[in-house]
Each structure stands twice: as structure tokens, then as C-alpha cells.
């Protein structure tokens, strides 16, 4: 399956648990680090050059985004429980009711805590579930290292 097509991309939610890129001025950016558990910042559109060397046609992401803190940061790192959310350009004329929509679904699968991982205060239990069955049915390094030696 090509995710990379533009039918699939509007489909597809993306989550942020770390940020390289800052999309306002301080004030406002220190504004999203305030945010208390269960809060969510506004809708923001932008566009992220990120894809065009790897396809030219793609054009970078234009795309919907906002800020949700999943958990409490009292005596925390200011990015604690913080992620992005992004979503397909295409919702932007319900923005605001998708942000709600997908903020809430996200918040109530915070639970149960997706132990042991050392971002468990950004990592959603049904991800964890995902990425420990992918885990399962990988072959192990022993395996993959035998593979290559022979």
C-alpha cells in the first residue's frame, strides 16, 4: 500500500510525541507549554517542506494541526505529555469539530499507561499494542545477523 498518495494521506492522522520545528513567536509557543492535562490548542494550518526531495510531486505536507497534553506536567520537562496532532488539509472547513473529535478519542486511550517505555507520557496504549506485536513477529538480530554472514 502506497501511503504516500495524496487519497491515502487525507486519510491518515498523524502524531507528533517530539518536536524539532516551532510554528509561532515565543509568547505564543510558551503559551502550548502551559497547557494543562486534557487541554488542546487551537487549529493551525502549515506546510512543511520535509517530503520534496522524495517526491517532487507531493510538494511537502499542507496540513492541520494542533496541540494536545495528554498529562500533567507539574514538575515536568514543559514538553511532558505533549504531542502534535496533524490532519489532511482536505477537513479544513471542520477543523475545529475534528480537533475535538480526535482530541478526545486520543485522551481516552492515555489509559492504561503504556508501561514500560521511557515515553510513556506521550505513548498512547494502542500504539504500544501495536508496536509490541510488531516486535512479536520480527526476526530476531541473531536471525537477521546469521542472514548476512551466510
Known amino acids: 500500500m502506497n501511503l504516500r498518495d495524496s487519497e491515502s494521506e487525507q486519510r ?19 503559551r502550548i507549554m502551559q497547557m494543562k492535562a486534557g487541554e488542546r490548542s ?12 522524495d517526491d517532487p510531486r507531493l510538494g511537502g505536507r499542507d496540513r ?10 507539574t514538575h515536568a520537562d514543559p514538553e511532558f505529555g505533549l504531542i502534535r496532532i496533524e490532519i489532511s488539509k482536505a477537513y479544513a ?3 475545529s469539530s475534528y480537533a475535538e473529535r480526535f482530541s478526545r ?4 486511550d492515555r489509559l492504561p499507561t503504556a508501561y514500560p517505555t521511557p515515553r510513556w507520557d506521550k505513548h498512547l496504549y494502542p500504539i ?11 526476526p530476531s538480530l541473531a536471525t537477521i ?3 548476512v554472514k551466510g
Not at 496541540?67 to 506536567?73: A, G, H, I, N, P
Not at 478519542?105 to 481516552?108: I, M, N
Not at 504500544?128 to 520480527?138: D, F, G, N, V
Open 42 to 53: 487551537w487549529v493551525f494550518r502549515f506546510h512543511d517542506p520535509e517530503n520534496t526531495a
Open 12 to 30: 491518515c492522522i498523524g502524531i507528533s510525541k517530539s518536536f524539532t520545528a516551532r510554528y509561532f513567536d515565543i509568547p505564543t509557543h510558551n
Open 93 to 95: 472547513d471542520k477543523a
Open 105 to 108: 478519542w486520543l485522551l481516552s
Open 64 to 73: 492541520l494541526s494542533w496541540y494536545l497534553r495528554l498529562r500533567d506536567k
Open 128 to 138: 504500544r499494542a501495536c508496536e509490541s506485536y510488531l516486535t512479536s513477529i520480527m
Open 145 to 147: 545477523t546469521a542472514g
